[in-house]
């Protein structure tokens, strides 16, 4: 004869455990997706702060165009205003007010 209960409390604690893993794996997985997209982040406002070091090497030289640490900076001016671009992309306008 076997004993039924013995059965049940083995196929209990299985299942907690098994419940236990899941959580644990998920959470695992949550706080490693959360640190990829965070360090992604983290490079992505790196190379905007040396897009902007780049960009005040320029204007303090004087150069229109420059190229230094990966970064190209392009500086448009104008009577009116002042654009700086990072690979085409606007990353900074300066605009000259008149009295």
Known sequence: MVNIKRKRIRAYILWESLLATAILASLASLLLGQLNYHQRQLRALDRQAQALSVAIMAVQTNQKH???NGQDITISQSSAETII???????????TLSP
Do not use: T
Not at 85 to 95: A, D, G, L, Q
């Open 66 to 68: 420059l190229r230094k």
């Open 85 to 95: 671009k990072s690979e085409e992309k606007e990353i900074f306008r300066v605009k």
